[in-house]
Structures are given as structure tokens and as C-alpha cells.
């Protein structure tokens, strides 16, 4: 059991994507596919984010150690999602609003989109905190490795990754403010404050030091 644990939860991670892909090409997600697949991948990617900072109160309150393997998964798939949420914005809210007659890859049109990406995520502020948390999940992601973990040394890699809050209030911030789906925030939001305020709780109050909580090792 312990040796299919990981490949199952691999396949269970891309189930969101594979049906993502199934109804999009189905018709299935409503009358406007752009829109729902940036919802979506947002939603997978926030969700994914809680069952990663989950894992340490539950092996905490269980002395479970089964969830410990699954932790850098859950991480870097929760940027998988993120990078398909902010690639279906730059393909369908970019890309639609500019004409690139000579392609993309043209020194001009490449200048007008980097610039027109750059003012659109200035001008909405819902947009600015969810591509900053983007930003800061990108380092983590990068130094999930045992190997990174090495290179950087334990202390300051438990430092750097301690930013996955910030990128978890900001992924929510991002995923409330233009909606107003309080339903969700509440949801989301109380599943990060219970892991942040389990974390303080363990690390303050007990003797043993808390696990280090990331992208990788949380």
C-alpha cells in the first residue's frame, strides 16, 4: 500500500486538470470556457495550497506519518495549478485584446503585450496581490528538492518558505476581491488560519520544535 500511496495521489492530483480538459472540449463549463477555466485552475490551485499547509496539524493530531510523503506533491501541484491559472489569463484576457499581424514573437507586438500585461495587472488590484503570491510561489517550488534543501541549509530554507502564507492570503485576497464569495473565503481563509494558528500554537507552547512549513518539506 505504502508503495502505490504516491502514485495514486500523482493521479488523483491530475483528475482536476484531466477533467478541465474533458469539459472544455465538450462544451461542458458554462458559456463562457475562458472565464471558467481561469476560475477553476484558480480554485485547484488555492485548494491544493490548503491540503499542503493541512498536512502538518493532521500529523500532528493523528501521529499519522503517511501525509509527510505527500507534501512536496500537494506543494508543487498547487503551483501547477497557479502557472495554469496565470497562463489562461495571458492566453484569454492578453492575448484577446491585442492584434499581433507579424506574431508574437516580433519585437514590437512582444513589447505591446509585455506592457499591456504589465499596466492591466498595475490598474486591478486583485490582480497585482494574486500575480505577487505567483512571484513568491516560484522560489518555493524551486527549492522543494532535498538538494535545495542542502544548498540553502535548514535555517534559512525554513525561513524562505514560511512565505507560503503570504502566498496563501494572497491567493485568497485574489480569489475573493472581485467576486465577493464570502462562501469561499470563509472556506478557504478558515482552513489557512486554523494551520497558521495550529502552527504558533505547537511551536510556542511545546518543546518540540514545529516541522518546517512549504512548498517541500512542510
Not at 498536512?55 to 506543494?75: D, N, Y
Not at 512582444?110 to 516560484?138: C, E, K, Q
Not at 472581485?178 to 510556542?204: E, H, I, K
Request: hydrophobic letters at 50%; a positive charge.
Amino acid at each position: 500500500m505504502r508503495t502505490a500511496l504516491k502514485p495514486a495521489a500523482f493521479v488523483a492530483s491530475l483528475a482536476p486538470a484531466a477533467y478541465g480538459t474533458w469539459a472544455a472540449f465538450h462544451n461542458q463549463i458554462g458559456r463562457d470556457p475562458a472565464r471558467a477555466l481561469e476560475r477553476m485552475t484558480g480554485d485547484w490551485a488555492i485548494e491544493f495550497l490548503c491540503l499542503t499547509l493541512a498536512v502538518t496539524p493532521l500529523r500532528r493530531l493523528s501521529s499519522w506519518h503517511w501525509p509527510v510523503k505527500l507534501r512536496r506533491m500537494l506543494g508543487l501541484f498547487s503551483f501547477f495549478y497557479g502557472t495554469i491559472h496565470f497562463m489562461t489569463y495571458l492566453a484569454f484576457d492578453r492575448f484577446s485584446w491585442i492584434d499581433f499581424p507579424n506574431g508574437l514573437l516580433s519585437g514590437p507586438a512582444a513589447v505591446d503585450f509585455i506592457r499591456s500585461t504589465v499596466v492591466d495587472i498595475v490598474a486591478r488590484p486583485f490582480l497585482a496581490i494574486g500575480f505577487a503570491g505567483f512571484l513568491v510561489m516560484a522560489p518555493l517550488a524551486v527549492t522543494s528538492t532535498p538538494g535545495m534543501i542542502r544548498r540553502l541549509g535548514g535555517r534559512r530554507w525554513q525561513r524562505l518558505h514560511r512565505l507560503v502564507y503570504f502566498v496563501a492570503v494572497a491567493g485568497l485576497l485574489h480569489h475573493w476581491w472581485p467576486l465577493a464569495d464570502r462562501f469561499r473565503l470563509d472556506t478557504y481563509g478558515g482552513l489557512v488560519g486554523a494551520s497558521l494558528v495550529f502552527r504558533l500554537y505547537w511551536s510556542r507552547l511545546r518543546s518540540t520544535p514545529a516541522s518546517p512549513v512549504g512548498m517541500g518539506r512542510l
